[in-house]
């Protein structure tokens, strides 16, 4: 494009650097290139924007869900989880590099989770995102987007500001492989985010899992278990009909690892469901010998979601079996479920404001 209006290559390098590391929200905003250059690429037809935040929610504990619009008028949900101080999710350990906003708020480190679809087709029993099935992919322009989006809002800049990214919301990220792939590289390429600070989580699309692993650059791999054995999970999550555990298993046994890195394992507690001592036990079988850990998620609940969050004594014993087996495990802590950002609730309608 830059090319053919006649520009030297060094301003495609500008253009990139504007859109990406400075995050601009319009073609004329970038001073850096000549006026009339600006008005030709106008001319042309290219425009240059980020989706419209369209509505925010703030929680009682600073996480904050976004409703973001995209050009079609279609939304997707993004999520900011300051952590650490201020941040509810800190655990107080990690030292120094705080910074004080301008309002105010102190934060260590934030945590944006980040959608891949508009709804998702996985149809997992328990997650409110399933309930709208899958409208479209989003573009690789689109998943960046919605992170600019939120990082202008919050007026942080990458890297200086420790931000990091759980591709965690609306949708199922290895359906939509290589626009999130292609993400991940303008991500670190561009806004300048380290893809040792992302994690994907998948619901066990297992040849995607395979081509994952072979990708040079690449977050690291969370897959969301979720069950113990396969009746059970064919009843929570029916793609395990297609990619049952002994296939989801064997790949991630096949998953290079890098130094230092492990796989996580999610598991969302359902009360007297999933969430007895036997399926505790079962899963310690099932990762026995993996360098894993698994993020219990007590079920955070919703309009129409058949199941029951479990008590906390029934999820402390589900944690002491396999910390006792010698499996690392954390409970997971929800934020922002006052305002339904939490794991599972991410909706894209206006109901749920
Ligand atoms: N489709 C991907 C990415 C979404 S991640 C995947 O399934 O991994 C969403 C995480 O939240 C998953 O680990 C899922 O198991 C969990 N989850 C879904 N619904 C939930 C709910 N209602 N309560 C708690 N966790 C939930």
Redesign the pocket.
Known sequence: MVEEAGQPAYRGRQLFEAIYGQRVESLEKITTLPQDFRASLTQRGSVIGLPAIEKKFVSADGTVRYLIALADQQTVETVWMPEGDDGEAGDGSEAGNQVERAAGRKWDRATICVS?QVG?A?D?Q????ALLGVKRNLSAGEIVGQICAVLNDQDVSPPQDRVNL?????????LNYDNFMKAVRLLVEGVGLAESRMT?????IVPRIYDFGAESVRPKL???L?ASNDDLRTRLMPINRKWDLDKLIAAAREFPLRSRERLTF???LLDQVNDAPQNAREVVELIRGLRAKV?L??????PG?A?QTPAEKRVLEFQNILTSAGVPTFIRR?RGRDIFA????LKRTLETA
Do not use: D, R
């Not at 998620?297 to 919703?302: H, Q, R």
């Open positions: 891949s998702c996985v997992c328990f997650c409110l995102t759980v591709f965690m919301g609306m949708g199922e990220p290895f994907v989580s998948t619901a066990g969370a897959i969301s979720n999610e598991y969302v993020n998620i007590a079920l955070n609940p919703g979601i199941f929800p939490a794991c599972g609730q």
